[in-house]
């Protein structure tokens, strides 16, 4: 082992020991939490994302408790995700000094150094998104099956890891189209989606919910704030200098034949450029892009190098590294604001266990506090979506189901709730003695009848609870509401319920007759209503008016 090869080693080992220590001592984010609840429940598929997170926080709990029993094989991966790039990479002529500056630039990449101790989907991402380069271009010198074997256990990994990894593969498929007549090409790719069946099969299985929210739920108007945002958001991300180096190397190479050096060029334009796009439908969040750290290190790497302008590393993108890491500081050392999601939840979730004891908790329309509840107290919380938010993980579990009937802690701020402050956060309780929730109730309609500007359903409500479920609950009644989306707002119309049936056994269903107000032409959905949320329990439909 050379010099160069040494200070590699010695610079990798005191990465992975920072980054430890940041794990250990920055707070856990919300987010995170929410993926320690995927850890709990292995399956092959999660409302928002692919399995492997799961995976992660799963093996993390097995070996560790605290932070790292969430962070402690992410950490891992990314010293890997440094050594699977350095021998992309695979410059001979490095010498100490390349080293210093490989890690410089790695350390100035903001996105790329926070997903080394912060456990998303975007970690597991970054490894896999690594291995595949680094594959790929073991590939393209060497054909063989045995190669195609690698690649086609890493797309399935990428995959698994994080939808956008479509894109990593797509984008190297543009650079060398000659790959769509490579039969052993062919076959890593068919290996990898015969190893993604399983989760294929899980998002059929619950009606494709990760699809439904990623490419309907989340759209939004087009708004011009979200375009003229979008740049100076990813020179944030990966920081003005490196990222306008990067961008201005691929313009330069960009007629390069070398077919390595076009995939890193084609990824990186390609996710800037798709991602811009998609503004049209809404927000582009900044993280979105993160893969494209592996090919924006290996370019800027390697083209300063060859240009000779190694000297601008340590008086350009020197400063940012210094910053990073001044920034990396204050998260371990100061309460930070409540937006960055790093502060200080855990004395107020320990506070709230406290008040609580061992009764359940309820929290409506929020699935990061019951996350973060249970991580910190062990305590039983669930989260109850509503029409005015989006569903989560919880909504797939359902394990307010077994609260049904008990004794529980509710917090939304309803009327009548009573205020109080825990570890600084303020929360509004109602105890119940009797839950009853609404969520687990589905509606279908059998067949309409207008009547002047209202509308008669003939509606089946199916209760899938274990209890019966009482539309004059004494604690938690029920009311039928019609709601309408209209310009991105929600308006309701009170529903009349017309039968006299108002239990439903457990596990059984009743017909039912409601008269409301009619809107043609615009979605609306049913929703029973209670004290604990607004739930969403019929399907969109649009009544269309008759000429």
């Known amino acids: 082992m050379n010099k160069a090869e040494k200070r590699f080693y010695i610079y990798l080992l005191i990465w992975i020991c920072v980054d430890f ?65 350095w021998k992309t990479i695979h410059d001979k002529t490095a010498d100490v000094r390349a080293v210093n500056e490989f890690f410089i630039l790695a350390t100035s990449l903001v996105m790329f150094v926070f997903y080394g101790f912060i456990t998303t989907p975007d970690a597991p991402l970054l490894f896999f998104t690594a291995l595949f380069f680094f594959l790929y271009k073991k590939y393209l010198s060497d054909h063989s099956w045995l190669n195609a074997l690698f690649l086609g256990l890493t797309m399935a990994a990428m995959l698994y890891s994080k939808y956008m990894a479509v894109l990593v593969i797509a984008f190297v498929l543009l650079s060398n189209l ?64 490196c990222l306008a180096l990067a961008l201005y190397f691929c313009w330069k190479k960009r007629t390069t034949e070398e077919k390595f050096e076009r995939a890193c060029i084609f990824n990186v334009f390609g996710f800037i450029a798709f991602f811009w796009l998609m503004t049209i439908k809404g927000h ?38 210094i910053l990073i890491l001044i920034v990396r500081i204050l998260l371990c050392t100061i309460a930070l604001p409540e937006n960055t999601g790093f502060s200080d939840h855990k004395n107020a979730m320990n506070a709230l266990h406290e008040f609580c004891g061992e009764t359940p908790v309820v929290f409506s329309s929020s699935f990061q506090n019951p996350s973060l509840y249970r ?51 303020e929360f509004f309780y109602t105890q119940i003695q009797h839950f009853q929730g609404s969520n687990r109730i589905t509606t279908a309609v059998n067949k309409q009848q207008m009547e002047g500007d209202s509308i008669i359903l003939d509606l089946t409500f199916y209760n899938l609870y274990n209890q019966a479920f009482d539309f004059n609950h004494s604690e938690c009644p029920v009311h039928i509401t019609a709601f309408y989306s209209c310009d991105d707002q929600w308006q309701a119309e009170s529903c009349r319920l017309l039968s006299n049936t108002h239990v439903i056994p457990p596990q059984d269903s009743i017909k039912a007759h409601v008269k409301f107000k009619i809107l043609y032409d615009t979605p609306m959905i049913i929703s029973l209503e209670s004290i604990a949320s607004s739930p969403i329990n019929s399907k969109v439909m649009t009544f269309e008016k008759t000429k």
């Open 284 to 321: 582009g969040e900044p993280h979105w892009t993160v893969s494209i750290s592996i090919p924006i290190l290996i370019l800027m790497y390697q083209n300063m190098r060859q240009m000779n302008w190694e000297k601008w590393i340590y008086r350009l993108v020197l400063p940012f590294s």
């Open 21 to 85: 220590l940041q794990a250990i001592f920055t707070e856990i984010h919300a987010d995170e939490a929410y993926y320690a609840l995927y850890g709990q429940f292995l399956d092959w598929g999660y409302y928002d994302h692919p399995p492997m997170v799961a995976v992660l926080t799963y093996l993390s709990g097995l070996f560790c408790k605290g932070n790292l029993s969430v962070r402690f094989f992410t950490v891992l991966l990314h010293g890997g995700t440094i050594w699977l790039v």
């Open 178 to 241: 000659k790959l769509l007549k490579d039969i052993r090409f062919w076959c890593a790719g068919i290996l990898a989606l015969l190893l993604f069946a399983p989760h294929i099969m899980w998002q059929v299985n619950h009606d494709f919910p990760s699809w439904k929210y990623h490419l309907v739920l989340r759209n939004d108007a087009f708004s011009i704030q979200y375009f003229l945002e979008y740049i100076p958001n990813q020179l944030l991300v990966f920081n003005p200098i």
């Open 375 to 425: 991580f910190h107290t062990n305590g039983n919380a669930v989260a109850l979506s509503s029409i005015y938010n989006r569903q989560s993980q919880f909504d797939i579990l359902q394990l307010d189901k077994d609260l049904q009937g008990k004794n529980v802690f509710l917090f939304a701020q309803i009327s009548g709730s009573t205020p109080i402050n825990f570890g600084g956060e």
